[in-house]
């Protein structure tokens, strides 16, 4: 009757291992460490960096604990703080020759002191968030009535091109707002451009309306165009925020959306705010130039003459010199889309970009005159200057579309699209609140909130052995497996750990023995009514398996619905409750079964159980089973 089978208990077994290896990251602590992350967009970190730091390290004689290398860094770990400074030392002289023009951001940084099997099967601990570990917190506002203005400036360019291109006559194309407005004389003219607009410009809707002896015609973008432009220029700003908060070596920055055009951005460790706003309103531009192939230009680039007059020297993402013309075709706000694709007839990846309406016709005259000439796309950085792409113009192309392909894997034409989408915000921002937490007071946070959780669960556990006796033991063990699955799931999440996570964790324990107060005494309630010891254990967790999972059903309603409309530091506490609920069904109910099983299951003659005081009416001594059950068994 209360027997699990092998196969339960090799599972109970299996998921108490796993608890217990992916939890022990979290009491390693942390060691100093040394980040190298790239200044630029278009130097990569892979594996080849991670040998030359290695390389680097050795040659300076500086003995490091591990290094590893992540999605965007390379980060070396030291045993003490003088070991960390000498490495940066050693690997700022290697990695940036040049100060004023950095490719490698080489950042001082602590990193979980875990060992090297628990990372190799990915095995990390929580993120501390800014609350705990201190650092820098900013809300951005974004225009988004800015970028709406901008799309609605690119389609008045784009119109006015496309109209002259189809012979269409008009009485001129202005901009209210958002809405554009062209002016035409006739109702014949009238028609031809309603056509023309709802052919190619399915994103407008247009009405009419009669204007002095002629018509007006009134284009505004539809409502489902708007949001979409409004979710790009937010996704795009949030992608160029991330690259350049590489620039400040913060291993885990934490950018969300919060609402329809506000930006959270969270720094911890960082406490130079100056230097972060600098970092966070830094500007990048586009620039597309003609690359100089005479034979003066292709000495300089192998260093055997000088520079031409009239051109300029810049490297590529291999590292090869490239010479270009200082004159300027286009620049970054000409370019209004860029997004990877294929070849359609190669099946090659390649890179698909969209220019306005002024853009479309410089470059149909630039590759009409240019065919079989290479062409440059440089990005601009603080001042400097990087190849992102010099592709050979095949043939003449206008229409505004224009598709760059040659040798790229699908990764680097994902990349590129990225760099030209990114290089500069798609709307302006403005930091609409900020504030900074220091260390210390992160540190007091953490001793605080580990305290409140410990003393708690030590509270609860001494109430639960004095009240339940052996069966408050079992539900003490099952308690601290729910807190060690719940450690688990939220480091093999990589979740941020942040004080209203604490708090719900503090929760959680709460919710889990309220599980097993239920167990305990549907227990009970079967001993009182005279059933044997075997059948009132089987009775309690079978009557209240339905009890529980009603009420932790409706919990995790609310917790789904703090996670859903919740923000900030509300999402924090949803999420480590919500995955508190499921680990606590978990434990107090299968895992505190198997050890009743375990214990009790193979007593055949079982008279009693050491569950506390069976209380019962008075006149019903003759169906005492367990009576005072503490007794041994």
Do not use: C
């Given at each position: 009757m209360n027997r699990y089978p092998g196969w339960k208990y090799a599972i109970l077994v299996i998921v108490l291992l796993i608890g217990v290896v992916y939890t022990l990251p979290n009491f390693f602590g942390e060691a100093p460490a040394v980040q190298v992350s790239s200044a630029k967009a278009t130097i990569k970190v892979d594996a080849a960096l991670q040998r030359r730091v290695e390389e680097i390290l050795?040659?300076?004689?500086?003995?490091?604990?591990?290094?590893?290398?992540?999605?965007?860094?390379?980060?070396?770990?030291?045993?003490?703080?003088?070991?960390?400074?000498?490495?940066?030392?050693?690997?700022?002289?290697?990695?940036?020759?040049?100060?004023?023009?950095?490719?490698?951001?080489?950042?001082?940084?602590?990193?979980?002191?875990?060992?090297?099997?628990?990372?190799?099967?990915?095995?990390?601990?929580?993120?501390?968030?800014?609350?705990?570990?201190?650092?820098?917190?900013?809300?951005?506002?974004?225009?988004?009535?800015?970028?709406?203005?901008?799309?609605?400036?690119?389609?008045?360019?784009?119109?006015?091109?496309?109209?002259?291109?189809?012979?269409?006559?008009?009485?001129?194309?202005?901009?209210?707002?958002?809405?554009?407005?062209?002016?035409?004389?006739?109702?014949?003219?009238?028609?031809?451009?309603?056509?023309?607009?709802?052919?190619?410009?399915?994103?407008?809707?247009?009405?009419?309306?009669?204007?002095?002896?002629?018509?007006?015609l009134r284009a505004t973008i539809k409502p489902e165009a708007l949001r979409k432009v409004q979710e790009q220029a937010l996704k795009q700003n949030m992608v160029t925020l991330h690259n350049r908060i590489n620039e400040l070596g913060v291993a885990e920055p934490v950018i969300q959306q919060q609402g329809l055009d506000r930006i959270v951005v969270q720094l911890p460790g960082v406490?130079?705010?100056?230097?972060?706003?600098?970092?966070?309103?830094?500007?990048?531009?586009?620039?597309?130039?003609?690359?100089?192939?005479?034979?003066?230009?292709?000495?300089?680039?192998?260093?055997?003459?000088?520079?031409?007059?009239?051109?300029?020297?810049?490297?590529?993402?291999?590292?090869?010199?490239?010479?270009?013309?200082?004159?300027?075709?286009?620049?970054?706000?000409?370019?209004?889309?860029?997004?990877?694709?294929?070849?359609?007839?190669?099946?090659?990846?390649?890179?698909n970009l969209t220019l306005d309406a002024k853009g479309s016709r410089t470059f149909k005259d630039i590759t009409r005159e240019n065919i079989g000439k290479r062409m440059a796309i440089v990005l601009f950085e603080k001042g400097k200057g990087?190849?992102?792409?010099?592709?050979?113009?095949?043939?003449?192309?206008?229409?505004?579309?224009?598709?760059?392909?040659?040798?790229?894997?699908?990764?680097?034409?994902?990349?590129?699209?990225?760099?030209?989408?990114?290089?500069?915000?798609?709307?302006?921002?403005?930091?609409?609140?900020?504030?900074?937490?220091?260390?210390?007071?992160g540190a007091d946070n953490i001793d605080r909130g580990i305290h409140s959780v410990v003393w708690g669960m030590v509270a609860v556990a001494a109430f639960m052995c004095m009240y339940y006796m052996l069966f408050g033991v079992f539900s003490t063990i099952a308690?601290?497996?729910?807190?060690?699955?719940?450690?688990?799931?939220?480091?093999?999440?990589?979740?941020?750990?942040?004080?209203?996570?604490?708090?719900?964790?503090?929760?959680?324990?709460?919710?889990?023995?309220?599980?097993?107060?239920?167990?305990?005494?549907?227990?009970?309630?079967?001993?009182?009514?005279?059933?044997?010891?075997?059948?009132?254990?089987?009775?309690?967790?079978?009557?209240?398996w339905a009890t529980i999972l009603d009420s932790n059903v409706t919990t995790l309603i609310v917790g789904l619905a703090l996670l859903a409309f919740g923000t900030g530091p509300v999402r924090g506490f949803a999420v480590v409750h919500c995955i508190g609920i499921l680990t606590s069904m978990f434990s107090a109910v299968f895992f505190s079964r198997g050890l009743v099983n375990l214990w009790y299951g193979r007593k055949k003659k079982l008279k009693s159980l050491a569950i506390g005081q069976v209380w019962k009416p008075e006149g019903d001594e003759h169906r005492s089973v367990a009576g005072r059950s503490g007794s041994a068994d």
């Open positions: 050795k040659s300076a004689d500086v003995t490091s604990d591990s290094v590893t290398l992540d999605s965007n860094s390379v980060r070396a770990r030291f045993d003490t703080p003088d070991n960390q400074l000498k490495a940066k030392d050693a690997l700022e002289k290697a990695l940036t020759p040049d100060p004023s023009d950095p490719p490698y951001i080489v950042a001082l940084n602590l990193v979980s002191r875990s060992p090297d099997w628990l990372t190799a099967i990915n095995a990390r601990p929580m993120y501390l968030g800014l609350d705990l570990r201190g650092g820098v917190h900013f809300m951005l506002q974004v225009d988004m009535q800015a970028a709406l203005t901008k799309k609605a400036e690119s389609y008045a360019g784009d119109l006015r091109t496309t109209l002259r291109d189809k012979n269409i006559r008009h009485g001129g194309i202005s901009r209210d707002g958002q809405a554009i407005d062209i002016r035409v004389r006739d109702e014949a003219t009238l028609t031809a451009a309603r056509n023309l607009v709802a052919d190619q410009f399915p994103d407008l809707v247009t009405t009419s309306n009669p204007d002095g002896e002629g018509f007006r406490q130079d705010t100056a230097k972060a706003k600098d970092i966070l309103g830094r500007t990048a531009t586009l620039e597309v130039r003609m690359v100089d192939e005479g034979t003066e230009a292709r000495a300089a680039e192998t260093g055997a003459g000088p520079v031409p007059f009239g051109d300029e020297k810049y490297l590529d993402r291999n590292g090869q010199a490239v010479i270009v013309k200082k004159q300027v075709i286009l620049t970054g706000e000409n370019l209004t889309d860029a997004q990877p694709g294929f070849d359609g007839q190669t099946q090659e990846p390649t890179v990087e190849v992102v792409t010099a592709p050979v113009i095949r043939s003449e192309i206008g229409g505004g579309r224009v598709q760059i392909s040659g040798r790229m894997t699908t990764q680097e034409a994902n990349d590129t699209a990225l760099l030209l989408r990114a290089g500069s915000l798609a709307a302006p921002m403005e930091i609409i609140e900020e504030y900074t937490i220091g260390p210390s007071l308690l601290g497996m729910n807190v060690l699955l719940l450690l688990a799931v939220l480091s093999m999440l990589q979740a941020t750990l942040t004080l209203p996570g604490i708090a719900a964790m503090a929760l959680a324990l709460g919710v889990a023995i309220d599980s097993n107060v239920l167990i305990n005494e549907r227990i009970r309630e079967e001993l009182r009514a005279g059933s044997p010891p075997q059948a009132a254990i089987a009775a309690g967790y079978e009557r209240a």
